[in-house]
């Protein structure tokens, strides 16, 4: 199959340890925040969101961390687990404005190994 | 979440041609957008689809190259016009029904000899 993660920054872990993925985010007026999951193949799957007034947010497995002052977004995944090998973007929008206009990031491929 | 269909899902096409690939959204949408994705890289915004009226375009992407229709609130065409090597990449067609999280479709994998 055909893989978009061959020039893309690679994170390899083991299975069941947790991942930290970061992301530097370009603009200070960014509001709204995305971490998507994309598996070879196919195309970006909404994970988690996160809105500027918050700093952490909690899904299932997943947790985003977001730092305004240094305009960092992190997405942590607990006990990691071979399916969840894929790339993984960051992406920012600014709501008040192109409403669901993202911008992604570069993208980190997730590698685990079992 | 919102079911999004594209078509071709993949495609060979040789250099000078045109394409037209197609988005079906399974119900309806107020934004939908284009996005490219070149091998190994991110994704990057070409335009929004309006309904009814033009589509936006983002820096770099210009209709004649990228021409994009939207006859209703479900449906958009993304056509890449006179085809050259440089055009092989991932179309992605993306919705958004209001709450500003994308949902994206399978992607149209074109590759232009």
């Known amino acids: 199959g055909e893989s978009v993660g061959l020039h893309l920054p690679t994170l390899s872990v083991q299975e069941g340890d947790n991942s930290i993925i970061n992301c530097a985010y370009s603009n200070s007026a960014s509001d709204y925040f995305i971490w998507y999951k994309q598996e070879s193949g196919k195309g970006p799957q909404f994970i988690i969101d996160i809105r500027s007034n918050m700093d952490k947010r909690q899904g299932q497995r997943v947790t985003v961390l977001l730092n305004k002052t240094v305009k960092h977004l992190s997405l942590q995944i607990a006990a990691t687990q071979p399916g969840d090998s894929a790339v993984y973007f960051c992406a920012e929008s600014i709501r008040g404005g192109s409403q669901g206009n993202l911008i992604f990031g570069k993208g980190t491929k997730l590698s685990v190994k079992p | 979440s919102a079911v999004i269909s594209q078509k071709p899902s993949r495609d060979i096409c040789q250099r000078g041609t045109s394409l037209t690939i197609q988005c079906q959204v399974d119900s309806q949408v107020t934004m939908m957008f284009w996005y490219r994705q070149q091998p190994g890289q991110s994704l990057t915004l070409i335009a929004t689809?309006?309904?009814?009226?033009?589509?936006?375009?983002e820096s770099g992407f210009v209709i004649d190259k990228f021409p994009i229709s939207r006859p209703n609130l479900t449906f958009s065409t993304l056509t890449v016009s006179n085809m050259s090597p440089e055009d092989s990449s991932i179309y992605l067609c993306?919705?958004?029904?209001?709450?500003?999280?994308?949902?994206f479709g399978e992607g149209s994998r074109l590759t232009v000899l």
């Open positions: 689809a309006n309904q009814g009226s033009e589509a936006t375009y």
């Open positions: 993306s919705a958004d029904r209001g709450g500003g999280e994308l949902f």
